[in-house]
């Protein structure tokens, strides 16, 4: 018995199917042949007018002009303020003798658009010379000092910073308390100083941790060639 599909098989060879480079994709995603009709000439092209709102920016220049218009707006406003600077300006006065302790604060200002870390850093500076002490007491505060101390300013360094489990969530408060903690951590050390009880003055600094600096040597000038009088300077032939 002749199966039903077996008589249409005559009539489907003779529909065959257009024919097609072999490719992976389909049919409808191949490249499309370009004519003359879709090209464009150059003059018409029209050509940028200036205006920004008719022409368009990319991001990137879209990002430049803001920058640009944000530098323009800040040297504008430092050249206007000049004037009410100068009724604000007070010559420089010294700070007094008695102020011998400086107090050093991290900030943070390279970037304006973003709130500034959360720094609670605190470095306070002594002079050793500007303190009221005898030599032996003098020696006592060096020991006491240890590595704070920097024979070449003559300066005691000490510095504190607020933990994250004692911050008080405020940088400032937290700044002072490190500021207060520091002066009475060095008014301690010169009171201990000034006990005369034991001087201490048989034990020697330890200055392991001072760091050897390098000299600047100049060459002497009895080294150097004596200029015969009359020498005759060598010619150059230039070709």
Known sequence: MM???????????AVRAPSRN???????????????AERRDENDFVALSGDTAADGLHRYELDFVETAKWTKDLLLKMKNDV???????????????????????????????????????VT??????????????????????????????????VSAETSEVAATGNAEVDREMNRIGLVKLLNGMVNEAKDEKDAFTDV?????HVKPRRANLEFPKEWLRPKKAGAAKPKMNVA
């Open 3 to 13: 199966r039903p599909y077996r008589k249409l098989l005559p009539a489907l060879k």
């Open 22 to 36: 072999f490719t992976t994709t389909f049919a409808s995603y191949a490249r499309k042949k370009q004519t003359g």
């Open 83 to 121: 004037e009410m600077l100068k009724g604000k300006h007070r010559p420089f006065t010294p700070p007094p003798t008695s102020h011998i302790v400086t107090t050093y604060y991290d900030s943070y200002t390279y970037d304006f658009t973003q709130p500034p870390p959360y720094s609670t850093k």
């Open 124 to 157: 306070v500076q002594v002079k050793v010379g500007t303190l009221p002490l005898t030599p032996a007491q003098r020696h006592k505060f060096l020991l006491l000092a240890g590595d704070k101390y920097d024979p070449y300013s003559d300066v005691v360094t």
């Open 204 to 208: 020697p600094l330890d200055l392991r």
